[in-house]
């Protein structure tokens, strides 16, 4: 890991005034040129070229490609070619620093060749040629970057979909990685599986749905696997959900309820998404209780947990598979206590709009969103108008962080006010959210070692430090 030697670092900003709403205004719709943008499938979004602003990656699956649309800043994305690399039915994208040089590299599968790879980054978004993590995997589809043996290097974990299993692959931080880890192989055709850390013990634990085949219920199901701190896990003692789903897309642990537990949410694409809350009663057991969601998408394809408007609380957010006019996205805000309120439109202007991907686009403080559409061949950019910024004057006054790189706290100087800061891992992902008094310092302990980019609400600019 680089180290910055600097232990205070400055900072001026421009001082905001805020209008609150939250609506969606769609910027940019970018037409992926063929044939390699055809069918995009998956996207995600992190900092590729190492300039604080998140940039997004796109897989094609009938185009073979995968491909990186750079952010200029202020949320206008340019599609870079040539492609990161080409792919047979190219899937899951992942965007992480895979060789820990601390410059984000890209992971992607491909379907058709049974292949798990990396592209390394040399840190201004120009990608080297692939490097094979497995050539052997039957069907490899989603892929998640996570520490999972509990050291501090970045492990990938892949569902087989074809292969009947989930694995994971030990890397030894340069981005060499060892033969397949089995997180299960008794669930057959295991499409959608998520990895977080959901008994909150420390380690990177996983749930995993399938789908036997379209329409057809029998042996759909959900389960929860523990991690031991080293990379084996067990099976909860009670599954999730069991012959409940038609077809299970998407799925995801995430905290609904705050009650201090992750709960599991499920999207059916043939009926309506649900959540089911999570109650530990003992090490590797607990009881799943079902919430179902109403909602006008016919085909429910992937959702999230995100705090669209502001108010602390993550909303729910989901996507349509369908090909027929319709709503694409669609949002419910989060009420607490796990209550969502009626679906509110985002978008109806898109056909297959599978995936999506969210993020602080426009460097204005509230979460944006990125799409694909399928059947459109298309990346659709949708701008928050949560917070309209105007300038009403420039600071002059400096804020001071220290010490970077820091271990347990960050401390401020020249806070005028009570602060809401928000510190992002650098695949984007809020990692904390806190709200710092005058002279109070920002526990950072939990976080692992790495660099993050730090946003104080209400000011045009990022900040990234080091956690050692």
């Known amino acids: 890991m680089r180290k910055i030697i600097a232990h205070l670092v400055v900072f001026n900003f421009i001082v905001l005034s805020i209008n609150a709403q939250t609506t969606f205004n769609k910027t940019q719709s970018i037409l992926l040129p063929l044939p390699g943008g055809d069918a995009p499938y998956n996207i995600t979004s992190g900092l590729i070229d190492n300039d604080a602003f998140p940039d997004l990656v796109v897989s094609t699956t009938i185009g073979d490609s995968v491909y990186w649309l750079k952010?200029?800043?202020?949320?206008?994305?340019?599609?870079?070619?040539?492609?990161?690399?080409?792919?047979?039915?190219?899937?899951?994208?992942?965007?992480?620093?895979?060789?820990?040089?601390?410059?984000?590299?890209v992971v992607s599968t491909s379907?058709?060749?049974?292949?798990?790879?990396?592209?390394?980054?040399?840190?201004?978004?120009?990608?080297?040629?692939?490097?094979?993590?497995?050539?052997?995997?039957?069907?490899?589809?989603?892929?998640?970057?996570r520490q999972i043996d509990n050291n501090t290097t970045l492990d990938v974990a892949v569902s087989s979909y074809s292969g009947n299993e989930v694995i994971w692959f030990a890397n030894n931080g340069s981005g060499i990685f060892g033969t397949k880890n089995i997180i299960n192989?008794?669930?057959?055709?295991?499409?959608?599986?998520?990895?977080?850390?959901?008994?909150?013990?420390?380690?990177?634990?996983?749930?995993?749905?399938n789908s036997v085949a379209y329409g057809t219920p029998n042996d759909c199901r959900v389960e929860v696997f523990?991690?031991?701190?080293?990379?084996?896990?067990?099976?909860?003692?009670?599954?999730?959900?069991?012959?409940?789903?038609?077809?299970?897309?998407?799925?995801?642990?995430e905290e609904v309820d705050?009650?201090?537990?992750?709960?599991?949410?499920?999207?059916?694409?043939?009926?309506?998404?649900?959540?089911?809350?999570?109650?530990?009663?003992?090490?590797g057991t607990a009881t799943y209780t079902e919430t179902t969601l109403t909602t006008s998408i016919a085909n429910p394809a992937c959702l999230d947990l995100q705090d669209l408007d502001n108010d602390g609380l993550k909303d729910f957010?989901?996507?349509?598979?369908?090909?027929?006019?319709?709503?694409?996205?669609?949002?419910?805000?989060?009420?607490?206590?796990?209550?969502?309120?009626?679906e509110q439109v985002i978008d109806a202007t898109q056909s297959q709009a599978y995936t999506f991907t969210f993020n602080d686009f426009e460097?204005?403080?509230?979460?944006?969103i990125a799409s694909i559409a399928y059947n459109d061949d298309r990346v659709n950019v949708f701008n928050n108008q949560k917070l309209t910024l105007s300038i009403d004057d420039l600071?002059?006054?400096?804020?001071?962080?220290?010490?970077?790189?820091?271990?347990?706290?960050?401390?401020?100087?020249?806070?005028?006010?009570?602060?809401?800061?928000?510190?992002?891992?650098?695949?984007?992902r809020m990692m904390l959210s806190d709200t710092v008094n005058l002279n109070q310092s920002l526990d950072v302990s939990r976080l692992h070692s790495g660099t993050y980019v730090l946003k104080i609400e209400g000011y045009n600019s990022s900040i990234k430090f080091i956690k050692d």
Do not use: C, H
Request: without cysteine; hydrophobic residues 40%; aromatic residues 10%.
């Open 395 to 428: 600071s002059n006054d400096p804020i001071l962080i220290f010490p970077n790189p820091s271990k347990n706290t960050l401390n401020f100087n020249g806070l005028s006010d009570i602060i809401k800061i928000s510190v992002f891992d650098m695949m984007g």
């Open 258 to 283: 705050n009650d201090g537990s992750l709960d599991i949410l499920v999207t059916d694409i043939l009926g309506n998404p649900s959540w089911f809350k999570r109650t530990q009663i003992a090490p």
């Open 71 to 105: 952010n200029d800043g202020s949320g206008n994305f340019t599609l870079q070619t040539p492609a990161i690399g080409i792919l047979d039915s190219a899937g899951g994208v992942a965007i992480a620093d895979i060789n820990n040089d601390g410059f984000n590299d």
């Open 226 to 253: 523990y991690n031991d701190g080293n990379g084996v896990y067990t099976a909860d003692t009670n599954v999730v959900s069991l012959n409940t789903k038609d077809y299970i897309f998407s799925v995801m642990a």
């Open 185 to 209: 192989n008794t669930i057959p055709f295991p499409g959608a599986f998520a990895m977080e850390d959901i008994d909150y013990d420390g380690d990177i634990d996983a749930v995993i749905a």
């Open 363 to 368: 460097n204005d403080g509230d979460i944006d």
């Open 111 to 145: 379907y058709n060749a049974g292949k798990l790879v990396w592209f390394a980054n040399d840190g201004l978004g120009n990608f080297g040629t692939e490097q094979i993590i497995s050539s052997t995997i039957s069907g490899p589809s989603q892929v998640y970057v």
């Open 317 to 342: 957010v989901l996507s349509s598979a369908t090909s027929a006019a319709g709503n694409d996205i669609v949002w419910y805000k989060n009420n607490g206590g796990g209550s969502f309120g009626l």
